[in-house]
């Protein structure tokens, strides 16, 4: 579902690159290697510039690069998109990208992983999952996956997985009894590990599905 940038790329690496770092900068505090970060400068480049150009990844070119189509809206490339912009000032500078995209590395610290997936999930940003928040959740990922089930079953699903994780009943998951859920169900973040970032391309890495989706004119 995801578009491929491939192509030959400047090396060049302008100063005026906003959050630009240095690699070995990024390198020494990301899981990413100084090659794989420039790597990713490369790919981030072809990003920021696929609309704005701008040299930052604005939501329309974050959407264009997981769907390639800028209108299609996802919960969960909203909610990844949010997660990426640290600053909280609607776009995504490099040094971002790069640090954020670090928690997918395979290197990565899983308490850091368990860490995002938790904040992934908090919709409203309270500090908690609540059982809304879930089915949210649960209504995306049947969406994207193209599953149909009833209500009867997405709420059965829903009850299910609300009971071994709010385990003292205060009808909220805060982030321990989160860490619990996740130790006992790994699968969980399945989609917080990207192998492939230890061989980094140029292709948009696929943060949480793997389904196929038409090519879109813009």
């Not at 290697?33 to 990713?40: C, F, G, Q, R």
């Not at 990208?97 to 908090?122: I, Q, T, W």
């Not at 940003?125 to 959740?137: A, C, P």
Request: proline share 4%; with cysteine; charged share 30%.
């Amino acid at each position: 579902m995801f578009a491929a940038f491939k192509g030959c790329f400047s090396l060049k690496r302008p100063k005026q690159t906003p959050g630009y770092e240095k690699p070995s900068v990024l390198a020494a505090e990301t899981p990413f290697t100084v090659s794989e970060v420039k790597a990713l400068y490369e790919l981030f480049k072809k990003l920021s510039n696929s609309i704005i150009n701008d040299g930052l990844i604005h939501k329309e070119e974050f959407q264009l690069a997981l769907f390639r189509n800028r209108y299609r809206r996802n919960l969960f490339a909203d909610r990844i998109f949010d997660l990426f912009d640290i600053k909280r000032n609607g776009v995504i500078d490099f040094e971002e990208f790069v640090r954020s995209l670090g928690v997918f590395h395979p290197n990565a610290l899983v308490e850091d992983k368990m860490k995002f997936a938790f904040r992934l999930y908090d919709l409203r940003q309270t500090g908690f999952i609540e059982r809304e928040e879930l089915k949210e959740m649960v209504l995306a990922l049947l969406h994207e996956s193209e599953l149909v089930l009833s209500d009867d079953e997405v709420e059965m699903i829903v009850d299910n997985t609300w009971k071994d994780a709010d385990t003292n009943g205060d009808g909220k998951i805060d982030l321990e009894e989160w860490k619990e859920l996740v130790s006992k169900n790994p699968s969980l973040l399945k989609n917080m590990t990207l192998p492939y970032l230890k061989d980094i391309t140029m292709a948009f890495p696929s943060f949480v599905l793997s389904s196929e989706v038409e090519d879109t004119e813009i």
